[in-house]
């Protein structure tokens, strides 16, 4: 009986160990897919496309394993990073090529995580994914038609009566920004229904108050620089790319590399999602007034500072806001990312931080 029960025990000390050997092999590969997802796009040897085609592959390896850590990590990029938006989106097409029920599960587990956002009131993380879902259109994963009705939506919440200006304004603000993204693909496949969708915009833009303007004004005049309001201004940059036919120069694509590939892949239709309706708990962000110091003029020789009223202007503001935002409380970690912003060599970039 004794040798028996040594036995016994011998076989479960292996198991146990054969276990823990498992579970910590696991978790280094877990490890070492986070550290390749959340390091794409960084500098290499290797051109991005063929950085992201390798990653594609290898994710779609582990998936039948890793499926929920690879969602999750991949979320959280889509939230976390917002300047790596079209990189994450060209690696979730790729993905969505190879496997169309994974392709569904981001699209889902995405919505969730925009719709969860407006119920926290976590408005930033909001319109990252909403960014996120609508730069999935131009990857071929997510159908045009289902991402305007969306838009629809959120219009339709910011002509809601009695409730706060600044929840209608956010709702606006936040498709007017997604805009840049995805304007050129809307127009070349739903024109006729973006034009509606601007329409709209306007009607709501023409009828809105604006008494806070004075208030926040950083200057008493309007010379040398006007100041404008946040949404006027935005929607005059967005009527200038719209006169540019929708073409911008500044968001990497990525995924143009990889369009014989994408454009084969089965689309998915967004669920209908309806805003949460407002709750007095409820805080949205304030407006502001647009702060200029500098324009074009004020440059000196090299390049030169996008127009106040070009998208671009308005696409490395937000860049540079969020890193600013993201970074604030490490000083050290904040100017290294201003200092390694990746425009800089295309901009006046000191004189585009003061505006």
Not at 122 to 149: E, G, M, P
Not at 277 to 306: A, K, N
Request: proline share 5%; charged share 25%.
């Amino acid at each position: 009986m004794s040798r028996r029960r040594a036995h016994d025990d011998d076989d479960g000390y292996e198991r146990a160990y054969r276990k823990r050997r498992r579970v910590s092999e696991n978790q280094e590969i877990e490890d070492r897919l986070e550290s390749l997802i959340l390091r794409v796009g960084e500098k290499s040897t290797s051109s991005l496309e063929s950085n992201l085609e390798g990653l594609a592959s290898v994710l779609e390896a582990d998936l039948s394993t890793f499926r929920a850590k690879i969602l999750r990590i991949l979320t959280d990029c889509a939230i976390r990073m917002p300047e790596k938006c079209t990189i994450y989106t060209t690696l979730v097409g790729l993905l969505n090529a190879k496997n169309f029920n994974f392709g569904g599960e981001f699209v889902e587990y995405m919505v969730k995580t925009f719709k969860e956002s407006l119920k926290t009131c976590k408005w930033d993380a909001a319109r990252y994914a909403l960014r996120f879902l609508a730069d999935l259109v131009n990857c071929h994963v997510i159908s045009a038609t289902s991402l305007l009705q969306l838009l629809d939506n959120m219009i339709d919440t910011a002509n809601e009566d009695n409730v706060p200006q600044v929840r209608r304004d956010w709702y606006v603000f936040a498709i007017l920004s997604t805009l840049p993204w995805v304007g050129r693909e809307l127009y070349e496949k739903k024109e006729k229904a973006l034009e509606h969708l601007l329409v709209q915009i306007e009607v709501f833009l023409n009828k809105r108050t604006k008494k806070h303007h004075n208030a926040l004004r950083v200057w008493a005049v309007d010379t040398p620089h006007p100041q404008e309001e946040y949404l006027d201004c935005l929607w005059s940059q967005i009527r200038k790319l719209r006169q540019d036919n929708w073409a911008e120069k500044h968001i990497p694509r990525p995924y143009l590399a990889f369009d014989s590939i994408l454009c084969e892949a089965l689309q998915h239709n967004l669920p209908s999602i309806l805003p949460p309706p407002h709750h007095d708990s409820y805080q949205y962000p304030m407006p502001w007034v647009v702060f200029r110091l500098f324009d074009y003029t004020d440059c000196p020789e090299g390049p030169i500072l996008p127009g106040a009223h070009s998208i671009e202007r308005f696409l490395i503001e937000e860049h540079l806001h969020s890193i600013i935002e993201m970074y604030h409380m490490e000083r050290k970690d904040c100017a290294a990312h201003l200092l390694n912003f990746p425009y800089k060599l295309k901009i006046p970039s000191s004189t585009a931080l003061w505006r």
